[in-house]
């Protein structure tokens, strides 16, 4: 679904009817994927070019598409290492066809459920050292966590093992901006994940004790954008929130 909000061509007919129930309670769900997108390709950008980091942790990173995350990654610092993680068989079986001899990257089959067998996976050890400061990316599946199933410890138990100067980066959903997103949601409640849109202090919870980096939590087309991007009147119609935060 996410894949065809971004304009992709990996669906199927069923991912194409529910999107299409989203879009029409929610239109503005479509930019507001292609938003978050452009987010993850900035956050990435400023890790790799601005704060040093070499080591990526993808978790949920749904079908490819244009700038993935080691792309982007390698255009700044081509040594820079990315394991992805999902749990869906169909995009592992994209992202290994993708990433079929392309050094310092691999795929992992995991549930972000189970986020302390992610780091002792031994074939995430043969690329990461965790050791060494290391950014663990969120993008868009927080969301899809309950609160019966702790999103904040989810969190604690990633960054646990990791140093001081690792990042943690987010993107969420919420309905803050528009209460549609709620209605959106509920086509997930038939889909392989339900949705939880969350509100600003909910997801600023997910952020206590570690440094935000400016701007904070805002809604992701005003985190650092561009040089001559022009923001909208309303950058809350892309109904996500993100951040970038390292640890001290």
Partial sequence: MYNYYLGGKDHYPADREAAERVLAAAPDIRAGARANR?????????????????????????????????????????????VYVDNDPVVL?????????????????????????ILEDPELRRLIDVSQPTAVLLFA???????????????????????SGSYLVLSHGT????????TAAKVYDKAT???FARSRDQVE???TG????????????????????????DPGRSVFYGAVARKP
């Fill in 141 to 163: 599946i927080l969301h899809f966590i309950s609160d019966d199933e702790q999103p904040r410890a989810i969190i604690d138990r990633l960054l646990a093992p990791l140093p």
């Fill in 193 to 195: 994940s339900r949705g």
């Fill in 210 to 233: 570690l440094d935000l980096v400016e701007p904070g939590l805002v809604w992701v087309p005003q985190w650092r954008p561009d040089p001559g991007t022009e923001l909208t009147d």
């Fill in 38 to 82: 452009a987010f993850l390709q900035r956050a990435v950008r400023f890790l790799a070019a601005e704060a040093g980091i070499r080591q990526f942790l993808d978790i949920g990173t749904g079908l490819p598409t244009a700038g993935n995350v080691h792309e982007v990654a390698h255009n700044a610092a081509p040594e820079s290492r990315v």
């Fill in 175 to 182: 309905a803050d901006n528009s209460q549609h997103v709620h």
């Fill in 93 to 117: 079986a994209h992202a290994r066809d993708l990433l079929h001899g392309v050094k310092g990257t691999t795929v992992l089959k995991h549930d972000l459920r189970e986020a302390g067998g």
């Fill in 205 to 207: 919870a997910f952020l």
